[in-house]
């Protein structure tokens, strides 16, 4: 594969390619930067990523609309996939723009939030594209792997501590897995409510 070709190849995934790298500049700034008033606007890093690769997809629909495949096939672009990554680039910054303050008020680490977000993002843009098996099967398993750390670190996080501390609980108090998983139950549940109720307190009265 020459130079040229290449660069044509990279050309049809550089809008995956573009919210890939928000990602990792996303990342590389909460490393290099300490401060709060940098990592409170990181969203911004994921609105321009997003923003770049909108403007890419439409750039190549208005210059270049018939289809075309890349690296031997695997890849290809047309109608459907410039529609599916318009649609994905939409879902995904109305989804950073809903969760900020929602993200901000719990505490979720921002800076890995928004990266998975992307990476997810980047995912199903892949996916749109893919045109085999082994590129369908990459583009899931990165979809999936960025759902499902996600999850754990937003939704289920307590609960997927409380299940490495079980059986701790289980040999220091005596009692049985049962009881011990119920009232870890309880306590995670506990948990979730009250991170809830205390972001609406938050929307409403931010200086406490």
Request: neutral net charge; aromatic residues 10%; hydrophobic residues 55%.
């Given at each position: 594969?020459?130079?040229?070709?290449?660069?044509?190849?990279?050309?049809?995934?550089?809008?995956?390619?573009?919210?890939?790298?928000?990602?990792?500049?996303?990342?590389?700034?909460?490393?290099?930067?300490r401060r709060e008033s940098?990592?409170?606007?990181?969203?911004?890093?994921?609105?321009?990523?997003?923003?770049?690769?909108?403007?890419?997809?439409?750039?190549?629909?208005?210059?270049?609309?018939?289809?075309?495949?890349?690296?031997?096939?695997?890849?290809?672009?047309?109608?459907?996939?410039?529609?599916?990554?318009?649609?994905?680039?939409?879902?995904?910054?109305?989804?950073?723009?809903?969760?900020?303050?929602?993200?901000?008020?719990?505490?979720?680490?921002?800076?890995?939030?928004?990266?998975?977000?992307?990476?997810?993002?980047?995912?199903?843009?892949?996916?749109?594209?893919?045109?085999?098996?082994?590129?369908?099967?990459?583009?899931?398993?990165?979809?999936?792997?960025?759902?499902?750390?996600?999850?754990?670190?937003?939704?289920?996080?307590?609960?997927?501590?409380?299940?490495?501390?079980?059986?701790?609980?289980?040999?220091?108090?005596?009692?049985?897995?049962?009881?011990?998983?119920?009232?870890?139950?309880?306590?995670?549940?506990?948990?979730?409510?009250?991170?809830?109720?205390?972001?609406?307190?938050?929307?409403?009265?931010?200086?406490?």
């Amino acid at each position: 594969m020459d130079g040229s070709q290449l660069l044509k190849d990279l050309s049809l995934v550089l809008p995956a390619l573009c919210v890939t790298a928000g990602a990792v500049v996303i990342l590389a700034l909460e490393l290099i930067f300490r401060r709060e008033s940098v990592r409170s606007r990181l969203d911004w890093v994921a609105y321009v990523a997003i923003g770049g690769a909108f403007a890419i997809v439409l750039r190549e629909l208005r210059l270049n609309p018939s289809s075309a495949t890349g690296f031997n096939h695997a890849i290809v672009t047309d109608y459907l996939a410039r529609f599916v990554s318009i649609a994905v680039l939409s879902a995904a910054g109305l989804a950073i723009l809903q969760s900020a303050g929602y993200v901000a008020a719990r505490g979720v680490y921002r800076a890995e939030y928004y990266a998975l977000v992307l990476l997810a993002t980047a995912g199903m843009i892949f996916l749109a594209q893919s045109n085999d098996l082994i590129t369908t099967f990459l583009s899931i398993e990165l979809l999936s792997l960025a759902i499902y750390v996600l999850t754990a670190m937003v939704v289920t996080a307590q609960f997927t501590a409380y299940s490495y501390v079980e059986p701790f609980i289980k040999v220091a108090s005596g009692l049985s897995g049962e009881v011990v998983t119920l009232v870890l139950l309880v306590f995670g549940g506990s948990g979730i409510i009250g991170s809830l109720l205390f972001s609406r307190l938050h929307r409403h009265s931010p200086q406490g």
